[in-house]
Structures are given as structure tokens and as C-alpha cells.
């Protein structure tokens, strides 16, 4: 596709309410390392563009692989009919290139997967039985153009590894999780230790064999810092987009704007202008710049995520959080880097201020009902808290409880912070995204779910 600003390109932008074109052109690595061996090693490329009119609630969306502008002008025949005309005046194109020390283009396939060789070298600890490591990488090149004269133009490089361990003794099997990942040139990995990394999951993995189960009940539970956000990502940002707000998915949070919703420690932060994150960007998928989004301010909900068309049906501003999958996909209200801000407590007090209760240092994944905010997670790596300090490690521990209760019984905030990373999944899309907490107490309202005695 031609990426000028012709005419012939505004021209099919100049009907309905609002119009947009989003293009791509999005090359890919993916390398899974199992059983001492390179297994799969893939690489592709996918260039497209997707061209929507938005008329009042309706949406009429169009996408092809790799076009020209002409494709557009005899595919959009049908999405214009009966839609109004407007003029488009074309405004000063904005761009963004990050300028990396080490594009990942620009390193040898060798030395990719000699960083998986070393992390499976750290791994294989004895009781191991199988290390399955993947390492990926996704460079984006996106373009959008919209009905209001904007042109945005970005380049986004996204690097991940994770690693699976699974230990074995006596045929009993245990498996341990982690991954890194950001928006970063190779040099990521000078900055993350991943033979430490790896060498951490496996010992995780092997000490489960011996770990009790966790007990069964309600208890004060501590998320440390380290646990990453998971938790608050799933129970409290995803209700806090404002497509779940409107359809009544979330119906807690509907009209609560201005409202005490939280501990007034808590404070929710939702920010993609951080550079190195992986929700990280500097223009969504709509071509607005991303901006940092105070949603709850001290226990007091302010606001909504918003793209184009659910910002227009609350009669306010999109804040920049527009995102689709590709250019496949229509942009939805997605969250990007989702994070509990550092409150004023001791981690340390923190943790000895629970003489006896459940300490979760890494969060697993977990399932959410967004109409009540009931949420149940696996806890990853958990320790039993025993006269206020670290106790037995655990397995087979989940946490069970409501999302909105948790935000009110939230009594300390910690002033250290920590990550975690993952694919958000919704409406069949997904987004990379970071999600951040410091460490937290939680006295009431959360049941441990383990093994009853």
C-alpha cells in the first residue's frame, strides 16, 4: 500500500460521523527450545489495513491483506451507502521511532537461541524432567489516518521469554512459570538476569514436591510486590473500561464516577506512556496519544478507559486507549500498563504485621465474572505466614473472592513496586499489557483455596 497522504486516501475518509485507516506491517520470531533442542523456529511476516466508519452505535469495518489504495476505493462502496459527507482537512503528520542500542533486527539467530541454551543449562537442576523455553519477538510498523486530518505513524518492538519447568519424584509432577517481556531493543536482556530466572522457576518447581498443600479458609493474605498485578488487572481494570461500563457487563462501577469505590490508599493508575513496558506505545490504534489515566484517586473512582466510540456515547474524550489485535480486528477499550500506585507503608511491617495468614509472591492466571467482580486465581509460588514471618512454601493454592470487596479492604499500601507480564484476552483479541502493585494487605475478605484439614 502506498503511504502517502493522497486525496484519493482522504477522500475515503470523508463519510459517516467519524472514518479511520489502520495499516501495518508486522514481522515476527518465535523459538521454542524443549527437550535440549531447538524444537520449532518460525518466522513470518503480515502487512494489512482495515478501514471503519463509525455512524452513532454502528460500526461498518472493512480489512485486506496487503492493499493498495484502489482496493479501498471499490470495497468501501458498500460501507458508505446512506452515510453523510464531510470535508477532511489533512494536518501535519506525528510520528514515533524508538532508537534502540541493539535492534533485535540487527542480532544473529545464534545468538537468540544461545540465550535459551544457557537458561536451559540453568534449569537443569536434578528432579527436572522437562524445561520447555520460548523465546519471541514482534517488530510493528502502524500507520493510521482519520477523518479529523490526523496522520499517526509507530514503530513498536515487543521481546518475550518465559520458561515452563516441570520437576518429578516418585511419579508425583510439579510445574513452575515465568516469563519476561517489554518493548525493547536485545539489549533486554542485559538488563534481565534470565539464567537467575530460570534457575528460580526450576528450584520452584522441584521444591513443590515436597511442599505442602495450602490450607483451606478465609485468611489476611499479603500480595507482595513481586506477585506482579494480575489481581488488578482482572478484577478491577477490566471493569473499569468503559464498553463493560456501558453494556452493564460491569454494572458495580456504572455512574460511580466521584465515588468512594476504595481504600483511600488506593490509588489505580492506568499508563502506556512508560517506555520499556509492554503495554507501552505512544499513539493507540486510533491514532490518539497515549496519555496516563488517574482511574481510582485515593479510594475515589474519576474515570473510565476509553476508545472513539465509547467516549462519543458518554459525550467526552477518548484518553488513548483504542487497541486492536491487528488489522483485523476493530479497536476496543483495552488497558495497557494497569498498576496500583506505591502507598506510604513498610514492606517489611507489612508482612509482620499478619501474625498468621498466607503470603502470595507470584500470581498465576485466574477467571473473573465482571457482572458481580468474583474472581478465583492461582497462586504461582505462595508461603504460609507463621508468627509474622515467611513460612512453608505451599502448591495448589487459589485465591477466591470479590474484586470490589478487595479494593475496600485493602488496609496497607507498600512504597516498593513490582511487575508482571502477560496477553490480555477480550472479544477474541489480544493485547500485551504490564500490570504493577506494590505490596498490599488484604485482612478480610479473601479464602485461600487449598486442602481443608
Known sequence: MSLDTSSALFDLLSYGEYADLFWEDTQTLSIRWEDGKVERFTGGQERGAGLRYLQGDECRYVCVDDPQVSDFLSLSRPLIKGLPIKNVIPQPARMFRPSYNHPVEHIPADAKVDLLKKAYAAASLPGVRQITIGYGESNRHLRVWTSEGTQTEEWRTTLTFSITVVA??????????????????????????????????????????????????????????????????????????????????????????????????????????MPGQRGFYAFDDEGIAAERVVLIDHGVLKTYLYDRQTAAKDGVRSNGHGRRESFRHRPIPRMANTFVAPGPDDPQKILRSIPHGFLVTKMGGGQVEPATGDFVFEVEEGFLIQNGEIGALTRSANLIGNGPDVLKNIDLVGSDMGWSVGTCGKDGQGAPVSDGLPTLRIPKGVVVGGIAS
Open 168 to 273: 518429578e519424584k516418585n511419579g508425583l509432577l510439579q510445574t513452575a512459570y515465568d516469563s519476561v517481556s517489554g518493548t525493547s531493543g536485545f539489549d533486554f536482556f542485559e538488563k534481565q538476569n534470565i539464567v537467575q530466572l530460570a534457575q528460580h522457576v526450576a528450584k520452584r518447581a522441584i521444591q513443590r514436591l515436597e511442599a505442602p498443600s495450602a490450607p483451606l479458609g478465609e485468611m489476611p493474605v499479603i500480595i507482595a510486590a513481586s506477585a506482579g498485578g494480575t489481581l488488578i488487572h482482572e478484577a478491577i481494570g477490566h471493569p473499569l473500561e468503559a464498553d463493560a461500563v456501558q453494556k452493564d457487563v460491569s454494572p458495580t462501577y456504572k455512574g460511580a464516577a466521584g465515588k468512594v469505590v476504595a481504600n483511600e490508599k488506593v490509588s489505580v493508575l492506568e499508563d502506556p506512556t
